[in-house]
């Protein structure tokens, strides 16, 4: 096989598909790209046990691809990304050397790799699913940016590890849970079926970095095995969780006891400081809710403590005193992404209560205070 290319567009797809690649993957051979020159195109494929990358590239005025003759290779894709990004030249010929070695040059470099075996390297079944749903990038990068802080990490039952998509039948809500936090959020979408599945993160983080423009549709095909994400000539598909996820919409409450609004650009800097004061890695945020005003304290056995007020609140309904994880509110308020008002109504003082955005019906936040002797 034979190309020439321009170098900077062949860096950024290659490494577009390289983040499909586990560095932990039994299969050296899934340590690389899948270059697979055809007469018109090429196409770049990379994968890993749950997650596959597949692109192509055809010929045009930014990449001024030109193909020589057609083949195949697997290449290691660390080392092509890291030499072809320190090459000086616009464009990069590639070519193959014998049977087991690829050559990149410019006007001034040549550089050889020992290629990987193609055997070991089992193509991804890219079927696609039957059905069909188109959401705007702008929304997968909203579900990203502010539902997925709420998956767990890591967790027996896997499907908390993911972003839940199901539709209603009039629109798409995401939902993410680790047990403490909840996030959800209404989004508009078109789709064909009523569909309920469980997203890895990572396969949403990369849509939202390959993909570019936010107004642009991105098509998803789903099943119950498997999502694809396609747009512009890009395909990533993932594994979906299995298992049932919890209905958040249905544990929201609609009765509570007290409420109160106030600017998040001045309860954000109180709570930050706040939990600079941990006790095991947790930094509880003991509060007293009243009409008066907040009162926030925190401490740590081995650091110190503080003692914070804020007066500027609106507060309805019963006092309370309670124990909430710092870093979980915190995250919850950001996550609302409001320059305004935020709103969190209390059901009781060790039940969940509700961050939201009074501007934003769409999004809800759920948090779970912490037991405490408090």
């Known amino acids: 096989m034979e190309f020439f290319i321009n170098r900077s567009y062949f860096l950024n797809k290659i490494t577009n598909v390289s983040h499909a690649i586990s560095p932990n993957s039994p299969n050296p051979s899934y340590s690389g790209i899948l270059i697979f020159l055809h007469p018109d195109m090429i196409h770049l494929t990379a994968q890993d046990s749950t997650m596959a990358i597949v692109t192509e590239i055809h010929p045009g005025e930014l990449n001024q691809l030109r193909i020589e003759s057609t083949g195949h290779m697997i290449v290691d894709a660390k080392y092509l990304i890291e030499i072809i990004r320190h090459m000086g030249g616009k464009n990069i010929h590639v070519m193959t050397v014998g049977d087991n070695m690829i050559q990149v040059s410019d006007e001034n470099s040549k550089f050889n790799l020992f290629t990987l075996e193609l055997e070991r390297f089992a193509l991804p079944d890219i ?83 390959i993909f570019k423009n936010d107004d642009d549709i991105i098509q998803i095909f789903v099943n119950k095995r498997k999502i694809q994400f396609v747009s512009d000539r890009t395909l990533i598909q993932s594994t979906l969780y299995d298992g049932t996820f919890p209905d958040i919409a249905a544990v929201i409450p609609k009765n509570f006891k007290s409420m109160m609004e106030l600017d998040a650009s001045m309860i954000i800097p109180v709570i930050e400081r706040g939990i600079l004061f941990k006790d095991d890695g947790v930094a509880e945020l003991r509060m007293n809710l009243s009409e008066k005003g907040i009162q926030i304290y925190s401490g740590a056995s081995t650091i110190g403590n503080a003692d914070q007020q804020v007066y500027e609140v609106f507060y309805q309904g019963e006092e309370l005193r309670m124990a909430v994880n710092g870093e979980y509110l915190l995250q919850a308020i950001k996550a609302l992404k409001t320059l305004g008002k935020v709103r969190i109504d209390f059901t009781g003082v060790i039940t969940p209560f509700k961050v939201s955005d009074p501007e934003n019906k769409d999004m809800t936040m759920l948090v779970v205070p912490m037991r405490s002797s408090y």
């Not at 959401?135 to 027996?156: C, F, G, H, M, P």
């Not at 209603?168 to 939902?175: E, H, P, S, V």
């Open 127 to 209: 079927k696609r699913p039957e059905n069909e749903i188109k959401i705007s990038l702008k929304n997968i990068r909203t579900t990203v940016d502010q539902i997925a802080y709420a998956t767990s990490e890591k967790d027996a039952r896997t499907m908390l590890m993911g972003v839940n998509f199901r539709s209603d039948g009039k629109r798409i809500i995401t939902a993410a849970t680790d047990s403490y936090r909840m996030a959800l959020n209404y989004i508009d979408g078109e789709f064909s079926q009523n569909f309920n599945v469980t997203v890895p993160v990572r396969a949403l983080q990369e849509a939202a970095r």
